[in-house]
């Protein structure tokens, strides 16, 4: 790596994404003179990104910001076409291109500048501004004209809701044009020093009129990045199997379903549909060499290998088509589920996996105290089927966007009487629009939630009837199938709540494992250390499953999650209880939203669904003191 200059300052890809994008206020620190200012990020220096799915990034994408659009056209009239800006109307690979930082000893990849470009002076608090392009040694080396005393960086800013941004610029007193004036930050005023008259700093938005008042350069709300994660299907003739084989989408769920073997379903990927010769000559010499390796005459082998052949070439896999068929009700959706599917196979089949079994012997040779039969007993009751370690798990993180002053339009106050506005980056190139993404090998933890307890559950609350269940819940393959048709893929947005009304199942499920989720990256990170925001969910609502992993938003990835599944998991799943009972805010917090800052939210980067349909309630259960009405929790006791 070359020498870093004063002027420079290197952060990891992952960072960029979230922290270091175009148009956003960043701290800088000049290591040589220690001092710190902040800038404004102009632009990026980016290069494509290549092999990586494209076409499938840029439609979870599009799907991001239509969903935005819903929740504003519900919100405001003509609200969906007036809450973007600089975002296309669709987002494809015909309109848009993935950039990702150009890493380079010479060039800037980010680059910013001194903003803003007031100063004021330590003593006398009278204003010093610069010009635009001012360079940052000059500003540094300048002093208070009228006293001699160090300049501060004034860190103010404007930012609405509508998108536009702005340094604070000072102006000069209505009478005495030319003389100095003094600032008082806290009370965001301007006094002339000649007449002393004192005069706000406040503004009027330039786009939309709203009255503006000062804020810190750094608050989190001067940029709300959205962003997305995305399991990358490493392997392109997986992908291509989903999108392009006619029947790919319906075999991935016999795979699922048990009906199609691993070992058959790979050879459908290899081969495809259509070329069962393939297949039939590999199962023939596989056959041959069998019966040959048990000491059977060539000649024999060989007729033996063929009759075998014969008797299996009624196609089981049209059987298992068709069974699937049977199984799955909307047949439209078929391919969203299989895309669920394809992605938790790449974490469940992955390079690196530790199950439990292992964890617990890999504990005992640490030497780290593990009462078996206790963590199992808690495992289950805390209902879950199965856990385990995965490393390598191949991730791409995109940015597409940012919101300023809220996160989106259903979290701004009732006075907020337009959309917030969804904005775009700049365009790097004239043909298309982009999005900055990056791509991630990662570690977590992957855990199946009991199919069973949920149903067992939901019944005990009366939020299914009887007959609305599976009729033999024992059955492995109809409760799957169950929860397939039952919970709708399309009804869980990422700017929207859900409707209890609209599916009352989907409701109340991915409220409950997602709120599990939070619970889980709570307290993974008071058990590891890290911060919990370097944690994200990634949430399998039909399965149902949740994979906690690292972010890497901090550019490394240190094995923690490994560390606490094998040696901390029962402090793990304590702590993941201890969050869901405890608030700072109760019991004002468990009466109302069950879900807060105090307790179970996260920073929006780490939540896929931004701290929506969270509840605390449903794990712990609740008895409502107007109505009686009994709550019973998944975990409650």
């Known amino acids: 790596m070359a020498n870093k200059k004063e002027n420079q300052m290197f952060r990891s890809t992952s960072q960029a994404l979230y922290k270091y994008v175009p148009l956003r206020w960043i701290d800088f620190y000049f290591s040589q003179s220690r001092r710190g200012i902040t800038a404004f990020v102009e632009r990026w220096s980016s290069i494509p990104l290549e092999d990586i799915n494209k076409k499938r990034l840029l439609r979870r994408v599009n799907e991001a910001v239509e969903s935005y659009r819903l929740q504003n056209a519900l919100l405001f009239s003509g609200g969906e076409n007036s809450c973007t800006k600089n975002i296309g109307s669709v987002i494809n690979e015909e309109t848009y291109t993935v950039l990702t930082p150009r890493v380079s000893e010479f060039d800037r990849t980010i680059a910013a500048s001194v903003s803003p470009k007031v100063f004021f002076c330590e003593k006398c608090h009278t204003v010093q501004r610069f010009k635009r392009d001012t360079h940052y040694s000059y500003i540094f080396n300048q002093k208070c004209k009228q006293c001699g005393g160090n300049l501060i960086q004034l860190r103010d800013i404007y930012y609405c809701s509508c998108g536009w941004a702005s340094d604070v610029l000072i102006g000069n007193c209505d009478i005495h044009k030319d003389v100095p004036v003094r600032i008082d930050v806290r009370k965001h005023t301007i006094e002339c020093s000649v007449c002393h008259r004192a005069k706000a700093i406040f503004r009027a938005c330039p786009e939309c009129g709203k009255k503006l008042v000062p804020n810190n350069v750094l608050d989190s709300a001067q940029s709300f990045v959205k962003s997305l994660s995305v399991i990358d299907l490493l392997d392109p003739k997986m992908d291509d199997f989903l999108t392009e084989e006619e029947e790919g989408a319906i075999i991935i769920l016999a795979n699922y379903f048990g009906l199609i073997s691993k070992s058959d379903f ?174 991630l090998k990662t570690e977590g933890v992957l855990f199946e939630i009991d199919r069973v307890k949920i149903l067992e559950w939901l019944l005990k609350n009366n939020f299914v009837k009887e007959d609305d269940l599976p009729t033999n819940i024992n059955d492995e393959m109809e409760v799957k199938a169950w929860f397939i048709n039952n919970i709708d893929l399309s009804q869980i947005q990422p700017f929207s709540l859900l409707n209890e009304e609209e599916n009352t199942i989907t409701y109340y499920v991915y409220r409950l494992i997602h709120t599990i989720s939070h619970t889980l990256i709570k307290s993974a990170a008071e058990v590891c250390g890290l911060d919990k925001n370097s944690l994200s969910e990634y949430i399998f609502p039909n399965v149902p499953a949740i994979f906690i992993y690292c972010q890497n938003s901090q550019g490394f990835n240190m094995g923690a999650l490994f560390s606490i599944f094998e040696m901390y998991l029962e402090k793990w799943l304590d702590g993941a209880f201890l969050a869901a009972k405890e608030c700072v805010f109760d019991p004002l917090c468990h009466e109302k939203e069950a879900a807060c800052t105090g307790c179970i939210y996260t920073n929006e980067i780490s939540c896929q669904h931004f701290n929506h349909d969270l509840d605390r309630n449903l794990l712990i259960g609740r008895v409502d003191k107007q109505t009686g009405k009994r709550l019973y929790g998944f975990w409650e006791d």
Do not use: H
Not at 329 to 339: F, N, P, R, T
Not at 367 to 396: H, T, W
Not at 408 to 418: R, Y
């Open 266 to 439: 790979m050879k459908l990927v290899k081969y495809g549909r259509e070329n069962q010769k393939e297949m039939k000559s590999e199962s023939f010499d596989l056959l041959l060499a069998k019966y040959l390796q048990k000491g059977m005459p060539e000649e024999y082998a060989m007729i033996a290998a063929k009759a075998t052949c014969e008797v299996n070439d009624e196609d089981p896999v049209s059987q298992a088509i068709q069974k699937t068929n049977t199984l799955v009700i909307d047949s439209l959706k078929i391919c969203s589920y299989a895309e669920v599917l394809l992605e938790y196979n790449t974490v469940k089949y992955g390079v690196e996996v530790l199950d439990l079994d292992m964890a617990i012997i890999r504990s005992k040779e640490l030497n780290s105290y593990v009462d078996e039969d206790s963590l199992r007993n808690k495992i289950k009751k805390r209902g879950f089927v199965s856990m385990q370690a995965c490393d390598r798990i191949p991730f791409l993180q995109c940015s597409y966007g940012f919101t300023r002053e809220y996160v989106d339009s259903g979290s701004a106050p009732s006075t907020n009487l337009q959309p917030v506005v969804l904005q775009g980056f700049p365009d790097e190139s004239q043909d298309k629009k982009n999005v900055y993404a990056t791509k």
